[in-house]
């Protein structure tokens, strides 16, 4: 009886610390979400930014080499922009999709190992994201020289590097804000690691019998590993089992009878 109660309190506290987990999970989830769907809108822009942007040839440059050197680097950019946004679409798409098979169909205790895995692919995840956004703003300003009179070029390229510059201490502005020791997270893996039901493991039958040998008062030997009984006959008889002496075992009903 005490054992059934110990597991149901055990899968209760397992039920709900599963369902507290499922918070971060869905925290997680939905932040990939989030970044996925702006990915996709960047990478939109580039696309429409490589395909629409038509720079002026390189007849009206006094220098030839100039508008190939900005060229070269405004597709390199804008390339590297689109890859870097195409995947971070592909790695929230993956990590939603398994993450949420493995934490709902999964093994027991998946919601924590799913839960786990997010929290570690996030860091991948939004640095991808970043690069694509800063490449992006790159490739805004290389645009604006090729495309622009140098007087146009130069404010434009100052309000694109103030942005960035902005961006970039926002950043670390908001990060230092909401920053906090990871040691001092709630952690429930605690929970997970309950005893299953099928690993319990009953008193052994052994230890039963020398039990009621004791009861009997019947010698029984500590250590070794042959018997702990004196002979066969006691073993037999606590068993519920007495030897015959025509070397027959008989049961408990033989043995009154014989008595």
Same mark, same amino acid.
């Given at each position: 009886m005490? /054992?059934?109660?110990? &597991?149901?309190?055990?899968?209760?506290?397992?039920?709900? +610390? %599963?369902?507290?987990?499922?918070? !971060?999970?869905n925290l997680h989830h939905n932040n990939f979400m989030t970044v996925g769907t702006q990915a996709a809108v960047l990478a939109g822009l580039d696309v429409t930014m490589f395909i629409e942007f038509q720079p002026p040839p390189n007849s009206e440059w006094s220098i030839i080499l100039l508008p190939r050197i900005l060229k070269f680097a405004y597709y390199?950019?804008?390339?590297?922009?689109?890859?870097?946004?195409?995947?971070?679409?592909?790695?929230?798409?993956?990590?939603?999709?398994?993450? /949420?098979?493995?934490? &709902?169909?999964?093994?027991?205790?998946?919601?924590?190992? +799913? %839960?786990?895995?997010?929290?570690? !692919?996030?860091?991948?995840?939004?640095?991808?994201?970043g690069y694509g956004l800063v490449l992006t703003l790159a490739s805004v300003v290389l645009c604006v020289w090729l495309h622009l009179h140098w007087e146009a070029s130069l404010v434009c390229c100052l309000i694109s590097l103030c942005t960035l510059h902005n961006m970039r201490s926002t950043y670390y502005r908001i990060v230092k804000k909401f920053d906090f020791d990871e040691a001092m997270t709630v952690d429930l893996s605690d929970f997970f690691h309950f005893t299953s039901p099928a690993a319990i493991q009953g008193v052994p039958m052994r230890r039963i019998l020398e039990e009621g040998a004791r009861g009997l008062g019947i010698h029984v030997a500590r250590g070794g590993d042959k018997s702990s009984f004196d002979t066969d006959e006691e073993e037999a008889f606590v068993r519920g089992r007495q030897v015959s002496p025509n070397g027959n075992h008989l049961n408990g009903v033989e043995r009154f009878m014989t008595v």
């Open positions: 005490l /054992a059934a109660d110990k &597991l149901q309190l055990q899968s209760s506290l397992k039920q709900q +610390a %599963t369902a507290l987990k499922e918070k !971060e999970f390199v950019c804008i390339t590297s922009a689109f890859c870097s946004n195409i995947l971070v679409v592909a790695q929230t798409t993956i990590l939603s999709v398994l993450g /949420a098979s493995l934490a &709902l169909r999964g093994p027991d205790g998946s919601m924590m190992t +799913a %839960t786990d895995r997010l929290y570690h !692919e996030r860091a991948i995840v939004f640095r991808n994201f």
